[in-house]
Protein backbone atom coordinates (compact mmCIF):
# COMPACT_ATOMS: atom_id res chain seq x y z
CA UNK A 1 0.00 0.00 0.00
CA UNK A 2 1.28 3.36 -0.46
CA UNK A 3 2.20 6.01 2.34
CA UNK A 4 3.41 9.17 2.58
CA UNK A 5 5.56 10.76 4.75
CA UNK A 6 5.98 14.51 5.56
CA UNK A 7 8.86 15.65 8.33
CA UNK A 8 9.52 17.90 10.58
CA UNK A 9 5.66 17.93 12.40
CA UNK A 10 6.08 21.16 13.86
CA UNK A 11 8.99 23.66 13.59
CA UNK A 12 9.56 26.94 14.58
CA UNK A 13 12.42 29.55 12.94
CA UNK A 14 13.24 32.87 12.77
CA UNK A 15 12.51 35.50 9.96
CA UNK A 16 15.40 34.96 7.88
CA UNK A 17 16.23 31.54 8.18
CA UNK A 18 16.04 29.10 5.66
CA UNK A 19 13.71 26.45 5.53
CA UNK A 20 13.52 22.69 4.27
CA UNK A 21 10.74 20.31 4.35
CA UNK A 22 10.80 16.96 2.89
CA UNK A 23 8.22 14.45 1.80
CA UNK A 24 8.26 11.38 0.46
CA UNK A 25 5.62 9.09 -1.26
CA UNK A 26 5.92 5.00 -1.14
CA UNK A 27 4.54 2.16 -2.90
CA UNK A 28 3.95 4.10 -6.63
CA UNK A 29 5.25 5.27 -8.84
CA UNK A 30 5.42 8.49 -10.64
CA UNK A 31 3.26 10.02 -9.02
CA UNK A 32 1.79 13.62 -8.78
CA UNK A 33 3.28 15.79 -6.27
CA UNK A 34 1.83 18.63 -4.14
CA UNK A 35 2.62 21.38 -1.94
CA UNK A 36 -0.01 23.25 -0.10
CA UNK A 37 -0.21 26.25 2.55
CA UNK A 38 -3.19 26.59 4.95
CA UNK A 39 -3.69 29.96 7.12
CA UNK A 40 -5.21 28.72 10.58
CA UNK A 41 -8.74 28.01 9.98
CA UNK A 42 -8.70 28.97 6.15
CA UNK A 43 -8.77 26.94 2.55
CA UNK A 44 -5.51 25.15 1.16
CA UNK A 45 -3.43 27.30 -1.37
CA UNK A 46 -1.89 25.43 -3.82
CA UNK A 47 1.49 26.37 -3.85
CA UNK A 48 3.45 23.81 -5.98
CA UNK A 49 2.77 20.73 -8.40
CA UNK A 50 5.32 18.60 -10.32
CA UNK A 51 4.05 16.13 -12.54
CA UNK A 52 7.90 14.56 -12.64
CA UNK A 53 11.49 14.78 -11.65
CA UNK A 54 12.12 18.12 -12.69
CA UNK A 55 8.70 19.45 -14.39
CA UNK A 56 7.22 21.48 -11.43
CA UNK A 57 5.08 24.20 -11.43
CA UNK A 58 4.95 27.40 -9.23
CA UNK A 59 1.09 28.58 -8.50
CA UNK A 60 2.00 31.38 -6.27
CA UNK A 61 4.97 34.10 -6.35
CA UNK A 62 6.37 34.13 -3.01
CA UNK A 63 9.71 33.24 -1.64
CA UNK A 64 9.54 29.51 -1.52
CA UNK A 65 10.90 27.16 -3.91
CA UNK A 66 10.49 23.23 -4.91
CA UNK A 67 12.54 20.31 -5.44
CA UNK A 68 11.90 17.23 -6.87
CA UNK A 69 15.17 15.29 -6.66
CA UNK A 70 13.66 11.82 -6.83
CA UNK A 71 10.62 10.47 -8.11
CA UNK A 72 9.13 10.05 -4.61
CA UNK A 73 10.42 13.00 -2.99
CA UNK A 74 9.50 16.21 -3.24
CA UNK A 75 11.06 19.50 -0.99
CA UNK A 76 9.55 23.09 -0.29
CA UNK A 77 12.84 25.31 0.85
CA UNK A 78 13.29 28.95 1.32
CA UNK A 79 16.43 30.93 1.56
CA UNK A 80 14.91 33.76 3.86
CA UNK A 81 11.78 32.90 5.74
CA UNK A 82 9.53 35.49 5.92
CA UNK A 83 6.80 36.59 9.25
CA UNK A 84 3.64 35.67 6.26
CA UNK A 85 5.41 32.27 5.56
CA UNK A 86 3.57 30.80 8.77
CA UNK A 87 1.05 27.95 8.34
CA UNK A 88 0.48 24.81 7.54
CA UNK A 89 1.93 22.77 5.26
CA UNK A 90 0.92 20.12 3.65
CA UNK A 91 2.12 17.19 0.83
CA UNK A 92 -0.06 15.35 -1.25
CA UNK A 93 0.44 12.61 -4.28
CA UNK A 94 -2.19 11.48 -6.77
CA UNK A 95 -2.88 9.38 -9.52
CA UNK A 96 -3.82 11.67 -12.96
CA UNK A 97 -7.29 12.19 -12.48
CA UNK A 98 -7.94 10.02 -9.00
CA UNK A 99 -8.13 11.16 -5.36
CA UNK A 100 -5.09 12.91 -3.51
CA UNK A 101 -3.56 11.54 -0.24
CA UNK A 102 -2.11 14.29 1.67
CA UNK A 103 0.88 13.87 4.37
CA UNK A 104 0.07 14.74 8.25
CA UNK A 105 1.26 18.56 7.39
CA UNK A 106 4.23 20.53 9.26
CA UNK A 107 3.09 23.40 11.10
CA UNK A 108 5.60 26.10 10.75
CA UNK A 109 5.62 29.12 12.49
CA UNK A 110 8.17 32.02 12.09
CA UNK A 111 8.78 34.67 14.71
CA UNK B 1 -9.90 33.22 -6.11
CA UNK B 2 -10.88 30.24 -4.80
CA UNK B 3 -12.29 27.79 -7.74
CA UNK B 4 -14.66 26.22 -4.95
CA UNK B 5 -16.29 28.12 -2.56
CA UNK B 6 -18.11 26.12 0.30
CA UNK B 7 -21.18 27.23 1.76
CA UNK B 8 -22.31 27.40 4.72
CA UNK B 9 -18.64 28.42 6.05
CA UNK B 10 -19.54 26.93 9.51
CA UNK B 11 -22.74 24.49 10.34
CA UNK B 12 -23.84 23.47 14.09
CA UNK B 13 -26.01 20.64 14.12
CA UNK B 14 -27.40 18.13 16.91
CA UNK B 15 -26.21 14.40 16.65
CA UNK B 16 -28.62 12.52 14.64
CA UNK B 17 -29.57 15.00 12.37
CA UNK B 18 -28.23 15.75 8.81
CA UNK B 19 -25.35 17.92 7.73
CA UNK B 20 -25.55 19.41 4.57
CA UNK B 21 -22.87 21.52 2.38
CA UNK B 22 -22.75 22.81 -0.49
CA UNK B 23 -19.85 23.77 -3.07
CA UNK B 24 -19.84 25.70 -5.82
CA UNK B 25 -17.13 26.13 -8.93
CA UNK B 26 -16.17 28.47 -11.84
CA UNK B 27 -14.91 26.60 -14.60
CA UNK B 28 -15.38 22.90 -16.27
CA UNK B 29 -14.09 19.77 -13.98
CA UNK B 30 -13.56 16.27 -15.03
CA UNK B 31 -14.03 15.33 -11.11
CA UNK B 32 -15.38 17.31 -8.61
CA UNK B 33 -13.85 15.57 -4.36
CA UNK B 34 -14.69 16.05 -1.10
CA UNK B 35 -12.36 16.47 1.74
CA UNK B 36 -12.74 16.05 5.73
CA UNK B 37 -9.96 17.73 7.53
CA UNK B 38 -9.58 17.68 11.75
CA UNK B 39 -8.04 20.14 13.26
CA UNK B 40 -4.52 20.15 13.10
CA UNK B 41 -4.32 17.12 10.48
CA UNK B 42 -3.96 16.20 6.96
CA UNK B 43 -7.12 15.76 4.41
CA UNK B 44 -8.85 12.70 4.11
CA UNK B 45 -10.13 11.76 0.97
CA UNK B 46 -14.07 11.22 1.13
CA UNK B 47 -15.46 11.05 -2.06
CA UNK B 48 -14.90 11.38 -5.85
CA UNK B 49 -17.14 12.16 -8.55
CA UNK B 50 -16.81 12.30 -12.10
CA UNK B 51 -18.32 14.93 -14.24
CA UNK B 52 -20.60 12.73 -16.07
CA UNK B 53 -22.18 11.37 -12.77
CA UNK B 54 -24.64 13.10 -11.09
CA UNK B 55 -25.14 11.26 -7.35
CA UNK B 56 -23.00 8.88 -5.34
CA UNK B 57 -23.57 7.15 -1.92
CA UNK B 58 -20.68 6.19 0.42
CA UNK B 59 -21.78 5.09 3.57
CA UNK B 60 -23.44 7.75 5.17
CA UNK B 61 -22.41 10.36 2.96
CA UNK B 62 -24.07 11.61 -0.54
CA UNK B 63 -22.47 13.41 -2.89
CA UNK B 64 -25.11 15.24 -5.86
CA UNK B 65 -23.02 17.12 -9.03
CA UNK B 66 -24.89 19.81 -11.21
CA UNK B 67 -22.42 20.72 -13.79
CA UNK B 68 -25.06 23.16 -15.53
CA UNK B 69 -25.10 25.17 -12.06
CA UNK B 70 -21.64 24.38 -11.26
CA UNK B 71 -22.24 22.85 -7.86
CA UNK B 72 -22.12 20.31 -5.71
CA UNK B 73 -23.29 18.93 -2.07
CA UNK B 74 -22.36 16.90 0.42
CA UNK B 75 -24.75 15.40 3.19
CA UNK B 76 -24.08 13.38 5.90
CA UNK B 77 -27.32 11.73 7.56
CA UNK B 78 -27.19 10.46 10.64
CA UNK B 79 -24.70 12.69 12.02
CA UNK B 80 -22.27 11.44 14.78
CA UNK B 81 -20.23 13.72 17.23
CA UNK B 82 -17.12 12.26 15.51
CA UNK B 83 -18.28 13.76 12.48
CA UNK B 84 -17.03 17.48 13.77
CA UNK B 85 -14.15 18.07 10.75
CA UNK B 86 -13.89 20.51 8.25
CA UNK B 87 -14.84 19.86 4.89
CA UNK B 88 -13.57 20.59 1.72
CA UNK B 89 -14.32 20.53 -2.10
CA UNK B 90 -11.68 20.52 -4.38
CA UNK B 91 -11.67 20.24 -8.27
CA UNK B 92 -9.82 19.42 -11.11
CA UNK B 93 -9.94 22.99 -12.62
CA UNK B 94 -10.56 21.41 -16.15
CA UNK B 95 -8.46 18.11 -16.36
CA UNK B 96 -5.28 20.06 -15.30
CA UNK B 97 -2.80 18.23 -13.23
CA UNK B 98 -3.70 20.69 -10.39
CA UNK B 99 -6.38 20.49 -7.70
CA UNK B 100 -8.17 23.80 -6.30
CA UNK B 101 -9.92 23.79 -2.89
CA UNK B 102 -12.71 25.36 -1.51
CA UNK B 103 -12.80 27.68 1.32
CA UNK B 104 -14.49 24.77 3.50
CA UNK B 105 -17.32 24.57 6.05
CA UNK B 106 -16.50 23.92 9.71
CA UNK B 107 -19.06 20.84 11.00
CA UNK B 108 -19.33 20.68 14.22
CA UNK B 109 -21.84 17.85 15.51
CA UNK B 110 -23.01 18.22 19.29
CA UNK B 111 -23.53 14.90 21.58
Known amino acids: SQTIHQWPATLVQPVGSPLSLECTVE??????LYWYRQAAGRGLQLLFYSIGIDQISSEVPQNLSASRPQDRQFILSSKKLLLSDSGFYLC??????????FGPGTRLTVL | SQQGEEDPQALSIQEGENATMNCSYKTSINNLQWYRQNSGRGLVHLILIRSNEREKHSGRLRVTLDTSKKSSSLLITASRAADTASYFCATDAGGTYKYIFGTGTRLKVLA
Open chain 1, 27 to 32: GTSNPN
Open chain 1, 92 to 101: AWSEQGWEQF
